[in-house]
Every structure is written in C-alpha cells, then in structure tokens.
C-alpha cells in the first residue's frame, strides 16, 4: 500500500517539476523574443527575423562552416549561402577561409553581433543578483545538468539527421 503512496507520490513530483521547468521555459523564451524584436526594427541594416535567428543559430555553433550552418538547420547550402550573405553584407559575420580547404570557410560573428546579442544578456543577470551564493551554486548545477541532457539530445537528433 505505501509502495503504490509512493509511486504516485514520485509520479506527480515529476509531473509537477515538468509543468514547472515548461513554464520556466516559456517565459524565458518569450523575454528571449521580446528582447529579440526590440532590436530588430525596419531600418536599413537591421536584422529581419529570419536573418536574427540565423546569426544566433552561427554564433552559437561557434564558427561553422555554411556547410555546417546548413545542415544543422537543414536546409540547403544555397540557401544558408543566402543569408550568409545578407548577414555579412550587414555586417553581423564575417567570412574566414579554412586552413586546411580554402574553398571552405568558417563563419565568425562580429562586434556588431556581440553589441547586438549582448542587449539580451543582462536580462538574465538581473534574473539572479538577488540569489543566495548556494541559490546560484545550484541553479549552476543545475543548469549544467540541463544542459548536458539537452546537449546529448541534440547530438543524437543531429547524428539521425545524418
């Protein structure tokens, strides 16, 4: 009897902490997009949507290739070339040839990335000044933890793709 108790018990704890852990996903991502369409305006130079989620997607791959760029987002390399070049034309990446094949090259964001990307950052600062240092030392934890799941996820989603 108190073995079904705690079946339950765990059960519902682990509903509860994946209703919770979705909430907190989806206001994050919603300060993400708010953030995202405040820097994005219709001026010359500015970044569309499309042309802002790719920028990210390049910088957080960490200077790939536009084969790479390509076939994380699944789409053609003449495509990714397209808005390769729409981005560096606006001066969000440049291009660095590859040592080894020159008829390669690896995708590095700029400056101009960083002044952009950064007005984001300090969101999530203010989120934990008013933390404890054992608040902080556990959402770090925990952060790491998440992001290891998240990491071999998407390793093994991307080999399928493959």
Do not use: W
């Not at 569309?48 to 920028?55: L, R």
């Not at 957080?60 to 390399?77: N, R, V, Y």
């Amino acid at each position: 009897m108190y073995l079904i108790f705690y079946i339950k018990l765990f059960i519902y704890f682990e509903v509860l902490m994946a209703t919770e852990f979705e909430e907190l996903y989806r206001y994050l991502r919603l300060a993400h997009y708010q953030k995202l369409f405040e820097t994005i305006s219709e001026r010359p130079g500015s970044l569309s949507a499309t042309e802002a989620f790719s920028a990210e997607v390049i910088y957080l791959l960490g200077e790939p290739t536009i084969g790479e760029f390509a076939k994380f987002l699944g789409i053609s390399q003449p495509n990714a070339s397209y808005k390769v070049i729409s981005l560096v034309s606006k001066g969000y990446i440049t291009k660095r040839p590859c040592e080894n094949d020159k008829r390669e090259c690896h995708l590095i964001v700029t400056q101009k990335f960083h002044d952009y990307y950064g007005s984001q950052v300090p969101f999530i600062t203010s989120i934990t000044k008013d933390f404890s240092a054992e608040e902080n030392a556990l959402l770090k934890k925990l952060s790491l933890n998440i992001a290891e799941v998240l990491s071999n996820t998407l390793d093994s989603e991307t080999k399928v793709q493959n």
